[in-house]
């Protein structure tokens, strides 16, 4: 049993802590801000090598934050490229996770950036090829369920940086273009062509490339510098490329080359597409058919009237002749 | 009284610019894109001493290979046949060959006085500086600063500094380039610890005033120093180099408003670069890929996602505020809406994405059970992976979601002209996290909304209802 001084001293704890707690609470700001640097670490290892990486974290808050550091793996299931973390690793190939050691918490004074140091201990039995995390700062590490006192979300905002990390070995690096395509007849550009990359290797791949466009002489008109960004493994990535070009004046032909890989893996596909004003140019021939038709028109009554003139002549010629015999 | 609907637009336009300047908007500042201080040499430079047995005279001089003070450089391995050294204070000789790790030859002998021990050696590079970058706002009639790394303790007395670049005991030429929208009139060039150059502390000023409308995404190009070294601030002798290992350094590039004070106000944009100083390999590096995410509160009263959307909470106050969303007390079969505005900010060329998740359903006290079920909204089911419109409280209890256009970002739904909405995914059901914003390229605070919205009814146990939502930014893949 507590004696009473104890009790009155637990008491004070427990009103000094809540007393605090609502002080730290209450002086909370209107807005958060944090930033991740880099946006992505790339790290190449060997099985059972350890490697480091720093990357850092800016409080661009006006006051003092302690950030919870977050390992997570992530997949790329969509073709936009948006990584999605993932709690689980289980029969994740491409899990970085637990191969990973950063701190739990770090403090970052306000305006000032903090350097969080990472060990990648790359296990022997790695499977060589492309493995993958985030690592997420989130301020306000003691926010808890609990803490409102009334029905309410309590917010997590993370801010992060990818990790790549290739396990050198036999890697296989394939690609294919899953399309390759732009409208068959366009009246007038820009031409927007859409594409998209299944990457069918065990690593992600940056194609970067050129679409080369040939006019209807077969000459070349255009070079166009396509960059698909990285793709994840065993996923379709898409891309948009964009000819500025207005007017065309016939059959075109786009050839899309990408490079790939650290092998000198190539892409490429070509394409068939009209570039070409056809309604205009149909609106053309009927103003000009029209005006054509106008003017002959206008000629065939021209021609109609000067034969009405002249029959009336010839008649007034002929009753005058007519009244100078009578006489 | 074409006079008097004259008379009316001046008091209107005078009335809305006085409100204007009661609550002027807060802005954000931005990155300046693909900064760069490209150096002309990434030589650092040399500062040793003399060491018996050089004897005037002679053309062989020997070197301390202990440091003492600044006098940082206790290797040869930083000099190169050629260079111009300062020995003894005054004098200047050519290097003629590199014997070994502490000694050399010059081209000519030294006059007495240079050859006593611990004369000072100095090599100073002085290479130019052109930085570059592009404009991350149209600020008229501002002005650029640049802010170069200066040592603590001796910044301009024309010595290389272990700490910094040493402004030349002199003068600094600075020349800007005029750009569209930036005709530059007058420049300065302030010793670190003079005039207003004082913060931050330990940085060279240089100034670059323009007039003109300013331009978002000029690419703008500022010289400090000249190619023949005249002029031109000293690179630093750091203490411990390494040979082949760059020294590094930031830059601090800045855009002000005009009538600004460098020294207190902060700046529109800014980007910090870092220059990496070492023997013989040019280096100049770009500005750090970085993500900025902020989550700001929404104010009552607002409507920011569709019609019928307006916010009855204020997420800006409170406790936790802005990362919380407290609903208090709930009246039954009544909405109540809420609202977070989300910016991000990015230079990476792929874009970013924004997902969400929620650990579980609202629960009593933040338990498992019971809860308030996610909604299946009006003609349901929404789900987390498909909206629907919910715009009636009655008979449709639950918690979900909508989203509101910003500036920039592409957001996962659009709620043109309803309040539709989907369930958060659920981390609890193995429902991975949704995307809710993205942008497929370099993004300057691209914003959107996130408007929260809870009914209750009848059946609902009494109680406090808690989960937690998170929000997660990172570039794309």
Redesign the interface.
């Known amino acids: 049993m507590l004696s009473a001084q104890k009790l009155r001293k637990t008491s004070s704890l427990v009103l000094l802590s809540c007393a605090t707690s ?1 002080l730290f ?2 002086s ?13 670490v790339d790290v190449i290892a060997d099985p059972g090598q350890t490697v480091t990486a720093e990357v ?1 974290l ?1 409080n ?1 808050s006006p006051v003092y934050q302690m950030y919870s550091i977050f390992i997570d793996d992530f997949i ?3 073709a ?8 689980s690793t289980t029969g994740n190939r491409w899990s970085l996770k637990s191969w990973i050691s950063a701190p739990e918490v770090v403090p970052v004074d306000a305006k000032d950036i903090q350097v969080v140091k990472l060990t990648f201990k790359v296990p022997l039995t790695a499977l060589p090829g492309g493995h993958y995390a ?1 690592i ?1 700062y ?3 590490p003691d ?20 990790l790549y990390l290739t396990v050198s070995g036999p890697i296989t690096q394939k690609a294919e273009i899953t399309k390759f395509s732009t409208d068959k007849f366009i009246e007038q550009g820009p031409v927007t062509f859409s594409g998209s990359i299944q990457n069918l290797s065990d690593v ?1 791949i940056n194609p970067k490339g050129t679409v080369t466009i040939y006019g209807p002489l077969n000459n070349k008109v255009a070079e166009i510098p396509v ?1 698909v ?4 493994p065993e996923i379709n990535r898409e891309f948009k490329v964009v000819w500025n070009q207005k007017w065309g004046y016939g059959r075109y032909r786009a050839d899309l080359q990408l490079a790939y890989g650290t092998i000198g893996g190539i892409l490429t596909t070509s394409i068939l597409f009209w570039l070409f004003p056809i309604r205009l140019v149909i609106y053309i021939l009927i103003l000009i058919i029209s005006v054509m038709a106008v003017i002959i028109l206008l000629g065939r009554r021209g021609r109609k009237h000067q034969e009405e003139l002249e029959r009336e002549v010839s008649e007034l010629k002929e009753e005058l002749r007519e009244i100078e015999e009578q006489k | 009284m074409k006079n008097l609907k004259y008379l009316l637009t001046v008091l209107s336009l005078v009335a809305l610019e006085f409100v204007r300047l009661l609550s002027p908007t807060s802005t954000q500042a931005a990155n300046l894109v693909s900064a760069k201080d490209t150096l002309q040499s990434s030589r650092i430079s040399w500062n040793g001493r003399v060491k018996a047995p050089t004897i005037a005279g002679s053309a062989h001089v020997w070197i301390y290979t202990a440091a003492a003070g600044i006098a940082n450089s206790i290797t040869t391995a930083n000099l190169a046949p050629g260079d111009s050294v300062e020995i003894g204070g005054t004098n200047s000789y050519v290097i003629e060959s590199i014997v070994d790790a502490d000694e050399f030859t010059l081209t000519t002998n030294l006059a007495a006085g240079d050859a006593d021990d611990t004369d000072t050696i100095f090599f100073r590079a002085k290479p130019q500086h052109i930085v570059t970058f592009t404009t991350a706002s149209a600020i008229a009639d501002g002005f650029f600063q640049v802010l170069l790394p200066a040592d603590a303790t001796t910044p301009n007395d024309g010595d290389p500094d272990d700490g910094g670049f040493d402004f030349g005991g002199g003068t600094v030429t600075v020349t800007p380039t005029n750009a569209s929208g930036y005709n530059f009139l007058s420049n300065a060039a302030t010793a670190s610890g003079t005039g207003q150059c004082d913060a931050p502390a330990n940085y060279h000023c240089f100034e670059f005033h323009y007039s003109g409308v300013g331009g978002n995404g000029t690419a703008i190009e500022l010289k400090i120093g000249a190619t023949d070294g005249s002029s031109t601030p000293i690179a630093p002798s750091p203490a411990n180099t390494t040979t082949g290992a760059a020294e590094s350094y930031k830059v601090v590039i800045k855009n002000f408003p005009n009538a600004a004070d460098p020294s207190a106000d902060t700046a529109t944009d800014q980007s910090t670069v870092a220059i990496g100083l070492i023997e013989t390999v040019r280096v100049s590096a770009t500005v ?10 929404v104010a009552a009263a607002q409507t920011v996602c569709g019609t019928g959307s307006a916010t009855d909470i204020d997420t ?2 409170g ?12 009246a039954l079969n009544t909405f109540k809406t809420a609202a ?1 505005l989300l ?1 991000v900010s ?1 230079n ?3 874009g970013y ?1 924004v ?1 969400a998740v ?1 650990d579980d359903q ?2 009593l ?2 338990a498992a059970t019971p809860f ?1 079920i996610d909604t299946e909204c009006d003609s349901g089911p929404c789900s987390h992976t498909a909206e629907q419109d919910w715009t009636t409280a009655a008979n449709n209890p639950g918690f979900g979601y909508s989203l509101g256009a910003g500036t920039g970002s592409t957001m996962e739904f659009s709620n043109a002209n309803t309040f539709k909405s989907k369930q958060f995914a659920a ?1 609890a059901d193995a429902e ?2 949704q ?1 809710i914003m ?1 942008s ?1 390229g370099v993004s300057n605070a691209h914003t959107g909304y996130v408007c ?1 919205r ?1 009914s209750i009814d009848a059946t609902q146990t009494a109680g ?14």
């Open positions: 609502f609470a209450s909370a700001h209107a807005q958060n801000t944090m930033t991740a640097i880099p946006t992505r850092k800016r661009d790329v299931s969509d936009l490229g948006t990584p999605i973390p993932v709690s985030m997420t989130q301020p306000n926010l808890k369920k609990g803490d409102q006192r009334q029905t309410a979300n309590l917010i997590g905002q993370r801010v992060g940086t990818l992600h960059e960004g990285n793709v994840f | 750090d890929p970085a993500i900025t995410f902020t989550i700001a509160g800006t106050a406790v936790n505020a802005p990362v919380a969303v407290p609903f208090g007390i709930m977070h910016t990015t990476a060329a792929s994405a997902t929620e609202l629960g006290g933040g308030i981390t991975a996290p995307r993205y497929g929260y809870l406090d209802y808690e989960n937690f939502i998170t929000y997660t930014a990172t570039a794309t893949f």
